[in-house]
């Protein structure tokens, strides 16, 4: 990475143990510590990686594709089934009939829509939290609001974001202990919810630009549609 990649000096750092703690201002320290004396770090934790962290060198690998690529790897730690699925974990020009399916639904104008529905979402789960007095951000506001944006996004029934938002955190959980069987399970569920939804959207088709899965089963790679398995 060093050798294709315009970073800012000092270079780098053999190997760092990033901290455990749960501390933010911890944290935050040794990030500016790395920012500062080594911007570029590699760690053997979780198989071994490099990390950037300043802006400019972030963005300029980002910029380029043909280097730094993601149909290796795209997370840390990766998935422990060794699944690899689009557009995450594809490169140009592979990733690109997912991405422009998915930018059709995200222009400004939609967004606009969907600002004050998701701003009631997030009021209503908050209040929640400040009504019991006490809760953890993430777990109860973050994953559960996360749901609500998914489900307003996809146009899915009301009823599945409290479904979707126990799946999605289970299995993110499992995924970050590594537990192949447990992330199987919970990814099992939500494969599930993807088939029932692009069943739908076959038998009644909705606004490509307003609807991701009508705008994914809409697009063509090489006059050809995307496969069922690529689609879930």
Not at 25 to 54: K, N
Not at 69 to 80: H, L, N, R, T
Not at 131 to 157: C, H, I, M, Q, Y
Request: with cysteine.
């Amino acid at each position: 990475m060093a050798a294709a990649c315009p970073f800012a000096s000092p270079p780098l750092k053999s190997d760092f143990e990033l901290s455990e703690s749960s501390n933010p201002l911890e944290i935050y320290a040794q990030f500016d510590d790395l920012r500062t004396t080594c911007p570029v770090a590699y760690t053997s934790q979780m198989g071994g990686y490099w990390m950037l962290t300043r802006y400019e060198d972030v963005k300029n690998c980002a910029s380029d594709t043909a280097t730094f690529i993601s149909s290796v790897k795209a997370v840390i730690p990766s998935d422990p089934r060794g699944t690899r699925r689009p557009p995450l974990n594809t490169d140009p020009p592979v990733h690109t009939p997912y991405r422009t399916a998915i930018d059709r639904t995200l222009k400004a104008s939609r967004l606009k829509t969907l600002e004050h529905i998701l701003e009631a979402h997030a009021r209503r789960e908050w209040r929640q939290l400040v009504d019991r007095g006490r809760g953890d951000v993430s777990a109860d506001f973050g994953a559960n609001f996360a749901a609500w944006v998914e489900v307003t996004w996809l146009n899915l029934a009301d009823a599945s974001a409290p479904v979707l938002a126990r799946t999605a955190a289970a299995w993110v959980n499992a995924w970050r202990e590594q537990n192949k069987e447990e992330v199987r399970f919970h990814s099992d569920k939500l494969y599930d919810m993807a088939k029932a939804l692009f069943r739908d959207r076959r038998q009644s088709p909705r606004n490509v630009e307003n609807d991701p899965a009508s705008s994914l089963l809409a697009e063509r790679v090489d006059g050809q549609r995307i496969p069922e398995e690529k689609l879930m």
